[in-house]
């Protein structure tokens, strides 16, 4: 299982330079074609809306389908058809939405699959999150590479950039031929897992403060676009700005297990939403330097909230229904972004003033950061 555990590791970094070309080209093409900040919503929307509709189905079907290399393996090969596809279809708006939409629905089932074998494959907590913060790494660290290297490349090829994401697709795909019949099992557990017993009021007052939180966050990448439009660079400079945040991103992971150590869960995700809320600021001053120091404020924080919500799942629910239960709130906590898109980029074509905005959505983040300690803070069973 760990060989498989290895080839994951690989595909994942295949991954991170595929989802680097779609995140960069994508967008800039629908943006340059259309001319509108709506276009870059609705990309958004479409892309978003397989992550608010199925990772509880795929997590629940993870857990119980034993082949799991199969799906991933077919997953990877759709998608690269898909993306062949969509590369002449940037003519037709609402076609490119569909095949957009589909791609990220099969992205979600390969993204899955290394979700769930790292829960099988162990069920000690410090096991869990040195496999979980590797994988992590390894997607952080391509991230610095990748995104310049597709922001370029977007530049001088457009759209035909993501053949080579196509081409990515089905070497990833190739390599996990070997082990399509391998049977991917839950290992036996000594000890019955840790359950939460929430009231239901006690689930939606989490949810909603979730929501309000990825609302205000979200923004950040409209405010982004509503800057780098206008400069003749803005693709490049998009691609360099995505691997600050991972750079931020990775030295919150580099120093998450030391920091974990002093700080209690809790208060590490506390910290982690408070610095991406007022990085906010930063992105309604519409100036470059800003950006770059937004960015980073915005991976460092959102490394640390990330890496903290993957050890509370695993050490409070149990390992039979992990994926089922992440795939929900990764539902939850997905659906209001695209519709935080679509609200800023529509009030910012509207006329409004993008420095307002930036501290009313940073005033917001820091509102729920405080509710979520406070929530935290609350008693409840284990």
Known sequence: MKKLYHLVLFTTALRVFGDAIESVAIPWTLLRGTGSLLSVAGYSLVSMLPWMLFPPLLGKVLDRVERKVKLAFLSMILQAILVVFLIFSFSNVWLAYILISLISALDTLHRYFGFTLIATITSEESELQRLNATLQGISRGFS????????????????????MDALFLIFGAFSLMPYLNVKVLKKEESESP????????????FIGIILTFNFAISSFKIFLFSTLRNLELGEALYGTLQSIRDIGGLIALLGIVSLLKKLELKKAAFIGMLLQSLALIL????????????????????QMLNVSMDSIFQKHFPLEKLGTYRGLF????TIIIPLSHLTFAFLLESGFNIRML?????LLGILSSFGFWTFLKKPYKV
């Not at 992105?283 to 959102?302: I, N, P, R």
């Not at 990764?330 to 906590?333: E, I, Q, S, V």
């Open 330 to 333: 990764d539902a939850l906590a």
């Open 144 to 163: 610095l590479l990748a995104f310049p290297f597709a922001g370029y490349l977007a530049y001088l090829f457009g759209a035909r950039l993501l053949f």
């Open 194 to 205: 840790a359950k939460l017993e929430l009231t239901l009021k006690t689930v939606a007052l």
């Open 283 to 302: 992105f309604g001053f519409s100036k470059v330097w800003a950006l770059f120091f937004g960015v980073f404020v915005l991976g460092l924080g959102g």
């Open 358 to 362: 930036s501290i009313m959505v940073s």
